[in-house]
């Protein structure tokens, strides 16, 4: 029986902008994040993942409001992650509306987190977060802080002592895919995703539907998390150059330049070219 | 204070807390429905509610000791003989059968005769993902869903599930719909009398998912008219 696959947007959050950048770096300002939510609520998102990239403490207000205004909108899972430190910092995320929190910094720093929040809030709730960087003996280790932090965690290692402390599921990213749009790093997708048996987003180079493809007969991904792909495809059509209010890098939006490398694709598109390769999602 | 002028006619919920769980979307569907709601784990607020729902996260084990901590058990037995309408969600469902296996052995409300089992990780030699987190389908396996819930939901619809353990029924009256995970047919839904409960989370299943909220609401406004 084949699995039913997700296809989660993803939105990296900064202050009250949704911002993209590539290895996590270099943010450009997209717009409001709640537009691009609610849009991809309407055309088949089978979950939201927002990601605080700053987790500035100062802008954790701006977070919340974002999470409360699109779980009004959108009845569908949202993650939230980036920079959640505390027991107290996850129960406040949920009471937003949030339905399930990603961890990393504060689980490698202390493992045992993981096992608390899993007994506090259900194991279903917590997401390990790895960010992975393939060192150059072919090992993928595990980074904090946008991949500028060494943990010294492998990343399999990791994921499996995770899954042992009651993680629900890992979200995987490639660092070293992340915004390039050259394809998602299906050999680290499915060394994890074989390794452990709970399920594992792979998140990091979609290019287009293709890469999307693979990685999940390939690289026996669960679901998929993606950003690039279909941020740029939404600016494509929502004629948002010039977005009210705004505020930050936009020089990008107004250059009107997508990426080359990026295959600007939505929702119903990707889940199209994926039920024609037999893969089943929710259409 | 409470609004009191907001509420007449309008059909006040009660939304079992366990303390743990993220409850804004179960609010937040109430309210697309049209239905006042309270928060509580206050017997005296159940007992006076027009209608019921059992939500849950967590596992079966605790959330049985914590209902059971503040008197919720018979509360609950008590809400039901009265008639009036009653909605498990996920682990609010597996709770309304006579026993689980999670985690050792545990007598549930037992309600519904049957009990909670967890999935496998194998089917055959394929490696099946526990907890199932994401869409599934539902099919109504010829049970007449026009009389139920699920009235105008189409069969095989897309609904959104995450879960370790499922409930077997022992009667098969009281499966209102079946899903399939890790080679087996399982069941996703339950009624009986006025009681429903459903494994998957239609606050979390999009419009599919809220049509079963607004389904259920014009239920209590009508058995609230008969009175």
């Known amino acids: 029986m084949p699995k039913i696959v997700r296809i989660i947007p993803r939105l990296d959050i900064k202050g009250p902008n949704l911002v993209k950048g590539i290895h996590l770096e270099g943010l450009r300002v997209l717009g409001r994040p709640e537009s691009f939510a609610r849009h991809y609520y309407e055309n088949g998102a089978d979950e939201i993942i927002y990601i605080d990239v700053v987790a500035s403490l100062y802008e954790r207000n701006s977070l919340k409001d974002i999470i409360s205004r699109t779980a009004r909108e959108a009845f569908i899972p949202i993650t939230v992650g980036g920079g959640l430190r505390t027991l107290s910092d996850i129960r406040e995320a949920l009471r937003a509306g949030a339905d399930k929190v990603s961890l990393n910094t504060a689980a490698i720093r202390n493992p045992l987190i993981v096992r608390e929040a899993a007994r506090m809030f259900g194991s279903s709730t917590i997401v390990l977060s790895i960010e992975a960087i393939r060192h150059s003996d072919g090992r993928y280790f595990a980074y904090t802080d946008n991949g500028r932090e060494f943990s010294g965690q492998e990343a399999l290692a990791w994921a499996r002592r995770a899954e042992e402390l009651g993680a629900g599921e890992i979200l995987l990213t490639s660092i070293d895919r992340e915004g390039t749009g050259a394809g998602f790093d299906i050999e680290l997708t499915r060394l994890i995703s074989e390794a452990v048996s709970i399920p594992v987003v792979a998140c990091g180079g979609a290019g287009g539907p293709c890469d999307i493809a693979d990685v999940i007969t390939e690289g026996k991904a669960d679901a998929v998390a993606i950003a690039s792909v279909l941020h740029y495809e939404y600016i494509d059509n929502a004629n948002m150059r010039e977005p009210a209010g705004v505020e930050g890098n936009t020089e990008f939006l107004k250059s009107n330049k997508g990426f080359s490398k990026i295959k600007h694709s939505g929702l119903m598109e990707i889940k199209g070219l994926l039920a024609s390769k037999g893969i089943e999602c929710r259409i | ?227």
């Not at chain 2, 526990?130 to 189409?154: A, C, D, K, M």
């Not at chain 2, 995970?181 to 996703?188: I, Q, V």
Request: hydrophobic residues 40%.
């Open chain 2, 1 to 227: 204070m409470q609004d009191m002028t907001a509420s007449i006619n309008r059909p006040k919920v009660a939304i079992v807390d366990f303390g743990l769980g993220n409850l804004f979307s179960v609010k937040l569907a109430c309210e697309t429905a049209g239905l006042d709601h309270e928060i509580t784990n206050d017997r005296r607020v159940i007992e006076r509610s027009d209608a019921m729902i059992l939500p849950g996260v967590g596992a079966f084990g605790e959330a049985m000791a914590t209902l059971e901590s503040h008197g919720l058990v018979t509360c609950i037995m008590d809400f039901i003989a009265s008639g009036r309408a009653f909605l498990g969600i996920c682990l609010g469902m597996q709770l309304l059968m006579s026993e689980s296996e999670e985690f050792g052995r545990h007598k549930g409300i037992g309600f519904i005769d049957g009990r909670v089992v967890r999935f496998n990780n194998l089917n055959g030699e394929e490696l099946v993902k526990v907890p199932q987190i994401g869409w599934n389908r539902i099919f109504s396996e010829g049970q007449r869903w026009e009389e139920t819930h699920l009235n105008g939901i189409p069969d095989g619809a897309y609904m959104y599930f995450v879960h370790s353990y499922y409930a077997i029924p022992s009667d098969p009256r009281n499966v209102l719909s079946v899903t399939d995970y890790g080679g087996r047919r399982y069941c996703s839904g339950v009624s009986k009398d006025n009681v429903t409960a459903f494994q998957f989370h239609p606050e979390k299943s999009g419009v599919q998912g809220i049509k079963i909220y607004t389904n259920w609401a014009l239920n209590i406004k009508r058995q609230m008219e008969a009175i």
